[in-house]
T-cell receptor, first 116, second 115 residues
Framework: AQTVTQSQPEMSVQEAETVTLSCTYD???????LFWYKQPPSRQMILVIR??????QNATENRFSVNFQKAAKSFSLKISDSQLGDAAMYFC?????????????FGQGTTLQVKP | GAGVSQSPRYKVAKRGQDVALRCDPI?????LFWYQQALGQGPEFLTY????????KSGLPSDRFFAERPEGSVSTLKIQRTQKEDSAVYLC?????????????FGPGTRLTVL
C-alpha cells in the first residue's frame, strides 16, 4: 500500500522569505501523480501544485515550485516570497496512475506560520 | 455557485443518532469522493462514485457508513448509530474524471460532533 509522510508538523517563515516543506512517499508503482493542497483555517482545501511522475521537469506555479526526486521518493514544496495569506495547513497527496478510483492518499500535514 | 457545496456545515448528534450529510458537486463532474478528516490530520478516503455507480467503498470504516449518489449528481453520506469516534470533518470532492492528473475540487466540509 502507498503511504505519504510529512515529517514537519509545523514550520515557520518570515514574510518575504522562502520556505520548503518536505514530503516523502512509498510506492512500488511507476505511474502516479503527486499534489500539494493548501487548507487555510476553516476554509476549504485548494490545489497548489501537481506533478506527473513521468515528467522529470519540476512543476512551478508562480511562487510555488516542487523538487521532485523520483528515485528518492521525495516531493518537497518551495514557497518563495512568502505572504501572510500563505499561512495554512499544507498536505502532500499521492494518486495512483493505475487505480480506477483516483483516490488521494494524504500525508499528515504541515502547519505553516508566516510571521510579519 | 460554481464550487462544491456541502450541508450542513456543522452537525451535532447524540451518540446513537443517525445523520445524513449532503454533497453537491460541480455540475458535470463525473467523479465524486468522500473523505474523513480527523482533527489535525490529513483526509482519509472513504468512498468513490463514478456517476451513480459506487466503484470503491474500501475506506468506509464500518457498515454503519453508507453513501449514495442515485442520479449521478448529489451525494449523501449516511452514518447510522453514530459513535464518538465518528466525530470528524467529512469532505466531499469532485472531479471531471478520476484518471490522469484531473484536479479534485473540495467542498468546505461538514464538521460532525458526536456527544
Amino acid at each position: 500500500a502507498q503511504t505519504v509522510t510529512q515529517s514537519q508538523p509545523e514550520m515557520s517563515v518570515q514574510e518575504a522569505e522562502t520556505v520548503t516543506l518536505s514530503c516523502t512517499y512509498d510506492t512500488s508503482e511507476s505511474d502516479y501523480y503527486l499534489f500539494w493542497y493548501k487548507q487555510p483555517p476553516s476554509r476549504q482545501m485548494i490545489l497548489v501544485i501537481r506533478q506527473e511522475a513521468y515528467k522529470q521537469q519540476n512543476a512551478t506555479e508562480n511562487r510555488f515550485s516542487v523538487n521532485f526526486q523520483k528515485a528518492a521518493k521525495s516531493f518537497s514544496l518551495k514557497i518563495s516570497d512568502s505572504q501572510l495569506g500563505d499561512a495554512a495547513m499544507y498536505f502532500c497527496a499521492y494518486r495512483s496512475g493505475s487505480s480506477n478510483t483516483g483516490k488521494l492518499i494524504f500525508g499528515q500535514g504541515t502547519t505553516l506560520q508566516v510571521k510579519p | 455557485g460554481a464550487g462544491v457545496s456541502q450541508s450542513p456545515r456543522y452537525k451535532v448528534a447524540k451518540r446513537g443518532q443517525d445523520v445524513a450529510l449532503r454533497c453537491d458537486p460541480i455540475s458535470g463532474h463525473v467523479s465524486l469522493f468522500w473523505y474523513q478528516q480527523a482533527l489535525g490530520q490529513g483526509p482519509e478516503f472513504l468512498t468513490y462514485f463514478q456517476n451513480e455507480a459506487q466503484l470503491d467503498k474500501s475506506g468506509l470504516p464500518s457498515d454503519r457508513f453508507f453513501a449514495e449518489r442515485p442520479e449521478g449528481s448529489v451525494s449523501t453520506l449516511k452514518i447510522q448509530r453514530t459513535q464518538k469516534e465518528d466525530s470528524a470533518v467529512y469532505l466531499c470532492a469532485s472531479s471531471l474524471a478520476s484518471s490522469g492528473i484531473n484536479e479534485q475540487f473540495f467542498g468546505p466540509g461538514t464538521r460532525l460532533t458526536v456527544l
